[in-house]
């Protein structure tokens, strides 16, 4: 059974340059959270999807965005990158619960560098 | 926002010392749970805890969550060198909302010295 599977593990970009990762979640799973960690940070959360649609956003702009197609899988696109955008992008993906308790497991990340 | 603080940010201990984080959130939660990054890694669940004053033990590890729902820490006896990570909390507020979003804490990174 895999697990979470996010692509491409690694990638370098351009400041200005868009990008797209993706994330397959764990068998099972209809949920898919996205988060953002820096260094040395704990993840923050951007956003969550279910049923194809944004359920809930955390703090980051409108650069950036995502969906989520009928498997459940998921993508992040995030636009007109800044440097700051570097960091570890996670998907966790989760069982939805109506109680909205339950464990995420998460992939093992992008690694996005800007340049 | 919610907002959830994890102190220390750092800790050092010789192998076999013990060791505890401790976690502080603005709000009422949901529930919390933890996870371990070891380095180059990504969080691995460690367990979630929902009740008011509840306490879990995994081995040499035991969870507590404070009776308000507002605090937790971790507690391992006896580190060992496959402790070494970060260990974050990460909690669920109790705004009935929160479909599962988790907020953490900055984590806690743990070296364990042979």
């Known amino acids: 059974d895999a697990g979470v599977t996010q692509s491409p593990t690694h990638l370098i970009k351009t400041r200005g340059q868009q990008v797209t990762l993706r994330c397959s979640p764990k068998?099972?799973?209809?949920?898919v959270s996205w988060y953002q960690q820096a260094l040395g940070q704990g993840p923050q959360f951007i956003f969550q999807?279910?049923?194809?649609?944004?359920?809930q956003r955390g703090n980051f702009p409108d650069r950036f965005s995502g969906h989520q197609f009928p498997n459940y899988s998921s993508e992040l696109n995030v636009n007109a990158l800044l440097l700051g955008d570097s960091a570890l992008y996670l998907c966790?993906?989760?069982?939805?619960?109506?109680?909205?308790?339950?464990?995420?497991?998460f992939g093992q990340g992008t690694r996005l560098t800007v340049v | 926002g919610q907002q959830v603080m994890q102190i220390p940010q750092y800790q050092h201990v010789q192998e076999g010392e013990d060791f505890t984080t401790y976690c502080n959130s603005s709000?009422?939660?949901?529930?919390i749970q933890w996870y371990k990054q070891r380095p180059g890694g990504h969080p691995v669940f460690l367990i979630q805890?929902?009740?008011?004053?509840e306490v879990k033990k995994q081995k040499r590890l035991t969870f507590q969550f404070g009776e308000a729902k507002k605090n937790s820490s971790l507690h391992i006896t006896a580190t060992q060198t496959t402790d070494v990570g970060t260990y974050f909390c990460?909690?669920?507020?109790?705004?009935?909302?929160?479909?599962?979003?988790?907020?953490f804490g900055q984590g806690t990174i743990l070296t364990v010295h042979p």
């Open positions: 966790a993906s989760s069982s939805d619960l109506w109680t909205g308790d339950t464990e995420a497991f």
């Open positions: 068998s099972g799973h209809d949920t």
């Open positions: 999807y279910y049923e194809e649609e944004e359920r």
């Open positions: 709000t009422t939660l949901s529930n």
């Open positions: 805890l929902v009740k008011s004053g």
């Open positions: 990460a909690g669920s507020d109790a705004g009935g909302t929160s479909y599962g979003k988790l907020t």
